[in-house]
């Protein structure tokens, strides 16, 4: 008999309430061999909320034991909110999901170590990274996720693609409500797959952006939200992914992408063809002869409206006079002058934030150079 397995990904989880998932969805999820999520943020009721610039989010108590209920047995850690309330907060979480895999966090050790599943005598290996951020390792802090760009990040790739026979790799990173990556990531995934991962797999951007075969192995750059409550639910939130590898003997034999909405508290899954079709749609941006001037456009308006207002606001600033913004200026100038060193770092560190400004300014300067 073959030696078939189906490991399966979602995107970015966040449960305030417990989900409920169809029956569409339940068989999908009881084929697999392993069922991964995005655990997007700590646990509420321990830690203390960390100095950042971005909103703090926290999950429900139960909520790991809600995911296990469903059939989730790894856990991805390595993204922007899991650090919100700080090492503690992490630690406790990490301990509520005892027995299970997790990914991408803790001491460096651990969040930079390969974790590893075997599945009748084929082991794979499976690491997380974030881009960098208030809880990065990026020499900053002890604890924390690990950093997509850290120097060390390649050669242990190298390393760990010779000690498993199958290497997965997500990354959580990009443009927030973006459906098409930045060059800039594609790039850096690519380098990924030429270090020796067999597949990346992305999340962040809060909606689906398409997939590529680079080398002959699979990068999709944004699963999407598959459960993520939240007061603000701008278009495709609630839309999401999930990625299923089927492997004969540690060989990937297929992949496929299936499309699921959240309505309220409920989970439905879109039919094959329907979420065939979808992917199709975003991978023809992906390589779409317009691809880079759509990048460039979407970078300026962009900045026109988050940018420019990010960086004047640190130096009680406004970089365009409406009443709103006046008030708000108004107000700055009358209770807060101090410079704002935090949300400085979440501009000029962050690597989406910078690589959308740097791409913003040069479209900029080429319609104001003479």
Same mark, same amino acid.
């Given at each position: 008999?073959? +030696? &078939? ?9 966040? *449960? ?20 991964? *999520?995005?655990? %997007? ?8 909320? &960390? ?22 047995? *790894? ?9 919100? @309330?700080?090492? !503690?907060?992490? $630690?406790?979480?990490?301990?509520? =999901?005892?027995?299970?895999?997790? #990914? ?42 690990? /950093? ?10 190298? $390393? ?7 290497? &997965?790799?997500?990354v959580h990173a990009g443009v927030? #409500? /973006?459906?098409?990556? =930045?060059?800039? /990531? ?20 809060? *909606? ?17 939200? @598959?459960? @993520?409550?939240?007061?603000?639910q701008p278009k495709g939130w609630?839309?999401?992914?999930? =990625?299923?590898?089927?492997?004969? !003997? ?32 975003? +991978? ?12 460039? %456009? ?46 400085? /770092?979440?501009? #000029? ?22």
């Amino acid at each position: 008999m073959s +030696n &078939i397995h189906r490991l399966q990904f979602v995107g970015d989880v966040v *449960c305030l309430n417990q989900p409920k998932i169809d029956s569409a969805l339940q068989a999908l999820f009881s084929r697999s061999d392993l069922l991964c *999520c995005n655990f %997007e943020a700590p646990l509420e009721g321990s830690g203390t909320a &960390i100095l950042k610039t971005g909103p703090l989010v926290q999950q429900h108590r139960s909520a790991p034991v809600w995911l296990k209920d469903i059939g989730f047995n *790894c856990f991805s850690l390595a993204n922007n909110h899991i650090g919100d @309330f700080g090492p !503690e907060a992490l $630690n406790q979480t990490v301990s509520a =999901l005892e027995e299970q895999l997790v #990914l991408g966090v803790g001491t460096v050790d651990e969040a930079y170590g390969l974790q590893t599943t075997e599945l009748g005598g084929v082991r794979y290996g499976l690491l997380a990274y974030g881009e960098n951020g208030y809880s990065a390792l990026n020499g900053e802090r002890e604890t924390g996720h690990a /950093w997509i760009n850290h120097p060390r990040v390649n050669k242990d790739i190298e $390393n760990y693609a010779e000690k498993v026979d199958y290497l &997965i790799i997500q990354v959580h990173a990009g443009v927030e #409500l /973006w459906n098409i990556p =930045l060059p800039e /990531w594609r790039d850096r995934y690519r380098k990924l797959i030429d270090a020796g991962a067999d597949i990346v797999i992305g999340h962040h951007p809060h *909606c689906l952006q398409g997939m590529e075969i680079y080398q002959g192995k699979p990068i999709y750059y944004s699963l999407g939200n @598959f459960y @993520f409550d939240a007061k603000s639910q701008p278009k495709g939130w609630n839309c999401g992914g999930i =990625l299923e590898l089927v492997l004969e !003997e540690g060989m990937l034999t297929d992949h496929q992408l299936y499309v699921v909405d959240k309505n309220a508290s409920t989970l439905a899954l879109w039919d094959e063809q329907r979420s065939r079709n979808y992917l199709q749609d975003l +991978n023809a941006q992906i390589n779409d002869t317009n691809y880079l001037r759509r990048i460039n %456009e979407m970078a300026v308006i962009e900045w026109e409206k988050h940018h420019s207002s990010y960086y004047a606001a640190p130096f009680n600033g406004i970089p365009r006079y409406t009443l709103k913004r006046l008030v708000k200026h108004l107000k700055r100038l009358a209770f807060n002058r101090a410079i704002d060193y935090s949300m400085l /770092w979440h501009n #000029l560190f962050i690597e989406s934030n910078r690589w959308v400004v740097e791409r913003a300014i040069q479209q900029q300067m080429k319609i104001k150079s003479p």
